[in-house]
């Protein structure tokens, strides 16, 4: 069946420092791929996806590129911000039919210190 | 607009009670999704509905867990004779259209078995 797993955390940065969160999956056929990230006390945000092999999703200054060859999601931003503290989920769905079922790692808590 | 919301947002049960936990999605979204987080884990599916049909449930852990959408709009999550192994966040979504995979997710429940 599909699986990700994520970087475990957590993980402390200071203000400005590059971020990379490490994703890979194994699913069957051709899924689209997410970051969903949740802040404090609230829900899950969708923070950026892509869909096919080689797509770059980008939000934020957030970025992640879908690598089919590894298999691979990884987070990326360049200078981050103590706003930005939060869990990051990478995220598969499912294909064919079953394209609405999400399949989730297991989160990684971002703490960014100022 | 109005984003999905889910109440309560707390719920403290004692062993063998029935809760039921409601979800009210965005207006005139399609899909609804149930997912249950366990503490430090990623969200896991439970079931799927597309308006008032519940096309999957293959989620839901046991006879114990049932949901419902009867009019294809508000759902809610029931489970009777809770057990300390319920005890987790459960968060609902929805997206707009059959097929489309972006899913917008309230900010949960969480469910307390005493």
């Known amino acids: 069946g599909n699986s990700v797993t994520q970087m475990e955390g957590p993980v402390t940065l200071s203000e400005e420092a590059f971020l990379t969160i490490n994703c890979t999956y194994t699913a069957t056929g051709y899924p689209s791929l997410f970051w969903y990230v949740q802040y404090p006390g609230e829900g899950l945000q969708l923070l950026l996806k892509a869909t096919k092999a080689d797509d770059k999703g980008s939000n934020k200054g957030f970025e992640a590129t879908y690598r089919k060859e590894t298999t691979s999601f990884h987070l990326e931003k360049g200078s981050v911000q103590v706003s930005d503290s939060a869990v990051y989920f990478c995220a598969l769905s499912g294909s064919g039919g079953s394209n609405y079922k999400l399949t989730f790692g297991k989160g990684t808590l971002l703490t960014v210190n100022p | 607009g109005a984003g999905v919301s889910q109440s309560p947002r707390y719920k403290v049960a004692k062993r063998g009670q029935d809760v039921a936990l409601r979800c009210d999605p965005i207006?005139?979204?399609?899909?609804l999704f149930w997912y249950q987080q366990a503490l430090g884990q990623g969200p896991e599916f439970l079931t799927y509905?597309?308006?008032?049909?519940?096309?999957?449930k293959s989620g839901l852990p046991s006879d114990r867990f049932f949901a419902e959408r009867p009019e294809g709009s508000v759902s809610t999550l029931k489970i009777q004779r809770t057990q300390q192994e319920d005890s987790a966040v459960y968060l609902c979504a929805s997206s707009p259209r059959t097929g489309d995979d972006t899913q917008y997710f309230g900010p949960g429940t969480r469910l307390t078995v005493l």
């Open positions: 509905f597309q308006n008032e049909a519940q096309l999957d």
């Open positions: 207006s005139g979204h399609v899909s």
